[in-house]
DNA sequence: TAGATTGTTAATCGATTAACAATC
DNA sequence: TAGATTGTTAATCGATTAACAATC
């Protein structure tokens, strides 16, 4: 029986992240019991680290037999808190706002948006995927209202700061932002930033390296 | 003078891309020299990491004056390979893939994406953004054809393995996948996911830690 | 029992940070 | 010159991997 689990990693969560999706994918029945052999096998990764990784999640397999696969999903979906939804606005409605919204999987992740701001007039008031556009101006105060947490910024960069401060204004703790805008927020905000530029220059440099190595053709 | 330039890991390369943003975003001919000190402070880095990544990128800077903030930028800018453009195309004109295809931005990131692919019928001929939409069935030939080397996969997740094992028929050697499903793909083609999950969970998990230390009001 | 698999302890690796010398 | 800043070498830290004991 495990005991104290060790504090994660930001890379961890994102692996465990991974085991969740990869075990709902797996077909119903077919392996009610799953080894990390196996889980490390598919995912490309090393066997002891997903070991190590699930043993922050639950209490652990059994020897011989591996982890069930039933109870690993229930348990990492309860250490990723994917069981008490938190709620969260978005504020910027255009092409990236709109995804995110008609996006309805965040639910199962845990996330609950439950209203959208925008600045266009047009859209004020309207419905995108059952949830309300309201004015960027009310931000503050129907934040507090709904005792919300957390804010989604897909706003162009040059209004993301403004956004954010109102949003925290309004009480929110945690802003996951898509603006390619640097935010500062005080310390008992957390911010996420995700950040495509970034992205984007990763996947270029695997691509180069990866072309020197397995050759342009 | 620097020499030989170390390899260098994705955290540096994401850090790098935050600098070349703020650089940029910095009032023109304020900073015509700035330092490491600063980039640091301002984005909250510890200043021998951004020296330890600016050596990585040109060739250097001077005591006691700092970067020479143009030739930073230009020298970023190269490493990025922001100045060689490399074509891509877009699989999947839904919310995300229009949000992306309309994002104009990539161009300067040195992505450019010439091409878009959905399934749907009523999509298949029009344009988004200025770039035409083609039927999924084409991907193969108008990869080849165009000469294009990156895909992005902007469809469901149970569609995401069949159009990518299209894009890699088609000649592609780059994916960048922002499908909520685990892809395979040969060791010739390299991967990037955009794994939203993950990231909330990264978000959901620093909140948590947050309203603990600075308390839930 | 024998063997597959887990979980833990120790070793390795890589990235970050600290200390300091070089230099403009 | 003195001091600010760079760049480098060494130390620290944390994460990953290897080796192995425990166990079903």
Redesign the interface.
């Known amino acids: 029986m495990p005991e104290n689990k060790p504090r994660?990693s930001?890379a961890a969560?994102?692996r465990?992240?991974?085991y969740?999706?990869?075990l709902k994918?797996l077909p119903e029945g077919a392996y009610p019991y799953i080894s990390s052999t196996i889980i490390a096998e598919?995912?490309g990764l090393n066997q002891v680290q997903v070991r190590k990784d699930l043993a922050c999640v639950g209490n652990g397999g059994k020897p011989k037999i591996g982890y069930k696969r039933s109870e690993l999903i229930s348990d990492i979906e309860h250490f990723?808190?994917h069981d008490d939804s938190?709620d969260a606005v978005l504020v910027g409605v255009?092409?990236?706002g709109?995804?995110l919204l008609?996006?309805g999987?965040?639910n199962k992740?845990?996330?609950n948006i439950i209203a959208a701001f925008d600045s266009d007039k047009n859209l004020i008031g309207s419905q995108i995927a059952g949830k309300t556009v309201y004015s960027v101006d009310k931000i503050p105060e129907l934040c507090k209202t709904l005792n919300v947490?957390?804010g989604i910024i897909t706003v162009p960069a040059s209004e993301a700061q403004e956004v954010c401060n109102r949003l925290i204004d309004g009480?929110v703790?945690?802003i996951?932002n898509f603006a390619?805008?640097?935010i500062s927020v005080p310390?008992?905000?957390?911010i996420?930033n995700?950040?495509?530029?970034?992205?984007?220059?990763?996947?270029?440099?695997?691509?180069?390296e990866?072309?020197l190595n397995?050759?342009a053709?």
């Open positions: 994660i930001k969560l994102g465990i992240s991974q969740l999706n990869y994918k598919e995912l990723l808190g938190s255009g092409n990236l709109k995804a008609a996006y999987n965040f992740y845990g996330l947490k957390i009480g703790r945690a996951w390619p805008a640097i310390k008992r905000v957390v996420k995700e950040d495509m530029a970034a992205s984007l220059a990763v996947l270029s440099k695997m691509l180069k990866n072309l397995y050759g053709d």
